[in-house]
């Protein structure tokens, strides 16, 4: 099993930075394919961005590049979602997913077995 925890959503005004940290413990031999998540009020979960330790691949949403940055320290197996420029539409409960290698797209929301239980983002105009 794989326990993930998020930490560091908060209230914030557009333009406004914050760094979201996901702490992995347990069997984190399978967590070589990270990934960050997103759900609004009213609207389908949605891949943020998305870390492959094996292969060192890493994948954005269209509506983040350049404004996100994920990253992943193995050493302490933690995974981070740098979020600059932030906008009202980035409102949303960020939650940090784990899992195996399997072929499937990095937002394949059904693909992940392993779930935290979010952080709120919170971003006012």
């Known amino acids: 099993q794989v326990q993930l925890v998020e930490s560091g959503g908060a209230s914030v005004q557009a333009g406004g930075s914050l760094r979201l940290s996901c702490a992995a413990s347990?069997?984190?031999?399978?967590?070589?394919?990270m990934a960050w998540f997103r759900q609004a009020p009213g609207k389908e979960r949605e891949g943020v961005a998305g870390?492959?330790?094996?292969?060192?691949?890493?994948y954005y949403a269209d509506s983040v590049k350049g404004r996100f940055t994920i990253s992943r320290d193995n050493g302490k197996n933690m995974l981070y979602l740098q979020m600059n420029s932030l906008q009202p539409e980035d409102t949303a409960m960020y939650y940090c997913?784990?899992?195996?290698?399997?072929?499937?797209?990095?937002?394949?929301?059904?693909?992940?077995?392993?779930w935290g239980q979010g952080t709120q983002v919170t971003v006012s105009s």
């Open positions: 997913a784990a899992r195996r290698p399997d072929g499937r797209a990095w937002d394949r929301e059904e693909s992940y077995n392993y």
């Open positions: 347990g069997d984190t031999g399978r967590t070589a394919c």
């Open positions: 870390f492959y330790t094996e292969y060192k691949l890493i």
